[in-house]
Structure formats: C-alpha cells, structure tokens
C-alpha cells in the first residue's frame, strides 16, 4: 500500500480506496455486518450493491484483490450474481505516457458527466504502480473534484500481482460498478507498454491522448497501440498550442487513413482539446457517445463484449493450467534437470516441453 503520497488522488496513483458517503444508513450496514461473523453473505453483497451502496461496493472490491481464497470464491459468486445487472454502461479506456493529462481531463469528463446526471467510475491498471510505489510523477493532488463527488467512484490501481492478475481485478471490479448503477466506467492506464492491450481487451472504445510536438516516439507511443485507439484526442491544445494542436491533428487523421477498416465499421478520429480549460470536452464526448449509437446499432458493440468474454474464459484456463503445472512439486526435479539438458544442447526445447507434460499428463491421471 502506498502511503508515501497521501495527496495523491489519481486512480494511477492512489492506494487506498477514496471514501465516499455511504448512500444507505450506516446503521443498517453495520447490523449487516455484524449479523455475520465473516462479513456479509453473498446475497447481501449482491442486494446492497446493486441498491448503490458504495461502502459494499468498496468491500467486495478490496476481495476482488484478496489474495486469499476463501476471499475471492465470495467474490466470485457476487459477480456472478451482479452479471445480470451489467451491459448497458459505456465502458471506455483512457490512453497516454504520464504527464499527457490523462487525470485531468477524467477529472474534466468526470465532472461534466456527473451534473448531467450520469454515475461515473474511475478503476486504472497501472502494472507498475508496484515497482514505483504508485508514484509515476509525484504527489500532486488530481481528480479532487470527481474524488469528492457523490455520483462518482474511483478506485486505485490494484497494486499486488502480475499484469494479467491487475487486469482480471479491474475487469471485475468493472462488473461490480455496473451493478451498484454506475454507467460510464472509465479505465485509466499508462501508455507506455502492455497494460493498453489489457486495457483494450475490457473496454468499448478506447481513447488515446496525445500531445502536439511532440513525435510518436517521443511519446513511447507504439504504432500498435494507435491502431487500437478509437479516437486521438490531443491535449493541451490552448493558446500558442492550439495551433499546433491542429496541425497535430491532421497529421494523425492522415496516418490513421493508412490503417485498415477496423471491424467495428467506425473510423478512428481526431481531435483536440484542453482537458485543464474545459476546450472541447464536450465535443469528445459527443463523439463518445456517436461511437456506441454506431456500433450498437450495427451489432459490434454486442460482438466485442462477447469475443471479450471468451477470450477472458481461454485466457483463465490458460492461467489455470500454468498454475496446475507450475505448481505441481513432484515435477520440479524434471523441470530442473531438463532445464540442464537444454543448457547443454542435449535436448531441444520442443522435446524437453514434450517430455514434460507427458509426465504431467500422468501425474494428473493417477
Ligand atoms: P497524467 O500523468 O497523464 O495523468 O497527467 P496529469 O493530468 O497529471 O497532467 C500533467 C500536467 O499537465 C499537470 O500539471 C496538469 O495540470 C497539466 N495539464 C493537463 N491537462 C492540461 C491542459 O489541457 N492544458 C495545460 N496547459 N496543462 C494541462
């Protein structure tokens, strides 16, 4: 847990939930909890939750990251059980190295979402937030407004676990907000490596902030991840910049030109704004919501939450698998002594994997 920087209010970078007002008397939480040793039963998860009740909400959340078993079964039978609640929101991924404005301008949408009555969630995946101690740029306090709002949540990067496991966390907890009645989910992530493909692979539209001047690499933005972007939208575009900004924005529109028809049938736009004066926000918005009028109109938006599903089920039995195997000891001493072999060019890497779930296959068949 990161308390280095207890100021620090960005998704990115805060560890500790923010709190919120509790929207049900506390009183009658409390005798919940109590009536229960070991907390609340699913069905009261699932009932507080889907009544909007954030401090229930927060819970199941923080067993969604549990590392302990008995934690992430519960957690497990309460997403089951908020599925049906889910698929209506816009589920949008939010894109750019630190210091684009990726805070902000959620800070900027979060706020003008909110007073036109919608409930909007801020989760991010930030696989480093580890190694750094959450703290990519300091402890500079963003997001308060949104922070401090009734009608939305924000929650911190889960910071224990590989990529895959901070990404299923944040996937869940996507279904989680759903349920208690939140709309919008924002997803935030650095871009500067694997986490916007995790990203990618759990949202609707995925949005990639840039800024003018500055070249794609630059930026550590790879041509990949611009090919996945369903919009670019450049930042800071305000006095001498906007012209820039501008000229920015026509040099990508003709680079995005290049790249095939994505499947979705939409075709990735440009635009500009400034997430610090409010330039255009609502433009962006707009073009948010043309994108899921377009694709659920034509069928992909049902199609991309789908094959989204089933790649999440053969990406968890992959894992699964990883993990019987790896996990098994009585084949460690082979791991070990093929590992030699394939030091010491006696055997190929192919014959040696081979060999191995052989004996797996075997063990698992006893
Ligand atoms: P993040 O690291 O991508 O989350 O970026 P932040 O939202 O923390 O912004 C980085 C810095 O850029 C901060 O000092 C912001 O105040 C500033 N910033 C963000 N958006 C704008 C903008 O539209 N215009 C200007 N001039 N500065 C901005």
């Known amino acids: ?18 709190e919120h007002p509790d929207s049900v008397n506390p009183e009658a939480v409390s005798r919940l909890m109590k009536a229960r040793k070991s907390g609340p039963s699913v069905d009261a998860y699932v009932h507080e939750i889907t009544a909007g009740n954030i401090m229930l909400l927060s819970k199941a959340i923080t067993l969604i990251e549990s590392a302990r078993p008995e934690h992430h079964a519960i957690a497990q039978q309460i997403i089951e059980k908020c599925l049906p609640f889910t698929g209506n929101s816009y589920r949008i991924g939010i ?8 805070s902000t301008f ?15 969630a801020v989760l991010a995946i930030d696989p480093s937030s580890q190694r750094t101690k ?26 224990a676990g590989t990529l895959g496991g901070v ?17 919008t989910i924002l997803v935030e992530t650095v871009g500067v490596g694997q986490s916007e493909v995790a990203v990618h692979s759990m949202v609707d539209f995925f949005l990639l902030l840039q800024l003018a001047g500055a070249g794609d690499e630059l930026q550590g933005i790879k041509r990949g991840i611009m090919e996945m972007a369903d919009a670019i939208v450049i930042n800071k575009a305000e006095g001498e910049n906007l012209n820039r900004a501008e000229l920015a924005k026509r040099e990508y529109a003709n680079a995005l030109h290049l790249f095939p028809k994505p499947e979705s ?17 609502q433009e962006v918005w707009d073009m948010i919501t043309d ?21 999440i089920m053969h990406q968890t039995i992959q894992a699964a698998l990883g993990d019987l195997f790896y996990q098994n000891e009585a084949l460690r001493p082979m791991v070990r002594e093929l590992e030699a072999q394939i030091h010491n060019d006696r055997i190929s890497a192919y014959n040696a994997a081979g060999k191995l779930m052989e004996a797996f296959i075997a063990q698992i068949r006893k």
């Open 1 to 18: 847990m990161n308390t280095d920087h207890p100021k620090d209010n960005s998704a990115l970078r805060v560890q500790k939930g923010i």
């Open 95 to 102: 894109t750019g190295v630190p210091g684009v404005g990726k």
């Open 106 to 120: 959620i800070e900027a949408l979060g706020t003008q979402l909110t007073a036109s009555g919608k409930k909007v």
């Open 134 to 159: 959450g703290s990519i740029l300091g402890d500079k306090t963003r997001m308060e407004s949104l922070a401090n709002d009734p009608n939305a949540f924000i929650r911190p990067s889960p910071s």
């Open 167 to 183: 990404a299923r966390k944040t996937h869940e907890s996507i279904i989680l907000c759903e349920a208690a009645g939140f709309d």
């Open 265 to 281: 049938e939409w075709l990735p736009r440009v635009d500009v704004c400034s997430a610090q004066s409010g330039y255009r926000i």
């Open 291 to 311: 994108y899921f009028s377009a694709t659920r109109q034509n069928g992909y938006f049902k199609k991309k939450r789908t094959d989204q599903a089933r790649h």
